[in-house]
């Protein structure tokens, strides 16, 4: 049975540092997702990891995938306080491919 | 192109009552999705539908149903409603790939609360 943990479940930063968060998984995973939550919203997708190795950058936000480590990080760099939201990861178990299995999410806030 | 909607926005029931939540999904897709969203929790899968048959089921009670329509939109039913049942529900559409999960695209929600 595929499991999500993420950690830290809270990360309260400064404007400006990098910081990273981290989504492992408890057993081989189709495909990784992130995804992004604002406060009474709905989810925003970010990025999907197909491979090992893989590596995806928009703006601020670097996401990768160790598949060998069942590792995916979402990395912050030089944070701004637009960025402050809960992000999730995600996975596909590979015996039912049709779900998404979540981790408890980590809320970010960024301080100007 | 249209995005994934949900009706009603919010809703407020008592304990064991009925209540139907409806999703449009978004154009070009066949599959829905739905989720159950605790306050400060992940979300959790309730079920999916692909071609108006149900494709696979998460550990909810059978007083969780659902449809889909020939046009790709669903229904989720929910029975009996109990108070844990507040939370808020999420519709993904997604376009089914066979064997390979696709990407999927959400909804705004529809808040339940149920007193």
């Known amino acids: 049975e595929l499991k999500v943990e993420q950690n830290p479940l809270f990360l309260s930063m400064q404007e400006e540092k990098n910081y990273t968060i981290y989504c492992n998984y408890s057993t081989t995973s189709d495909r990784l997702y992130w995804y992004r939550q604002d406060p009474g919203k709905s989810l925003e997708s970010l990025f999907v990891l197909l491979s090992n190795g893989a590596v995806k950058q928009e703006g601020r936000l670097m996401a990768s995938l160790d598949t060998k480590a069942r590792l995916s990080t979402l990395h912050i760099t030089a944070a701004v306080h637009d960025l402050s939201a809960t992000y999730f990861c995600a996975g596909t178990p590979m015996d039912s491919n049709y779900q998404l299995i979540w981790g408890a999410g980590t809320k970010l806030i960024i301080k100007p | 192109e249209t995005g994934v909607t949900q009706s009603p926005t919010h809703l407020i029931k008592t304990r064991g009552q009925q209540v139907t939540l409806r999703c449009s999904s978004q154009s070009g897709h066949n599959t829905v999705s739905w989720y159950q969203q605790a306050l400060g929790q992940g979300p959790q899968f309730i079920f999916q539908y692909y071609r108006e048959e149900e494709n696979g089921r998460g550990n909810f009670p059978p007083r969780f149903s659902g449809l889909q329509f020939p046009n790709y939109s669903s229904e989720l039913n929910v029975n009996a409603l109990e108070l844990d049942d507040s939370a808020l529900y999420l519709c993904?559409?997604?376009?089914?790939?066979?064997?390979?999960?696709?990407?999927?695209?959400f909804g705004p929600g529809t808040r339940l609360t149920v007193l």
């Open positions: 993904a559409s997604s376009l089914y790939a066979g064997i390979v999960g696709n990407e999927q695209f």
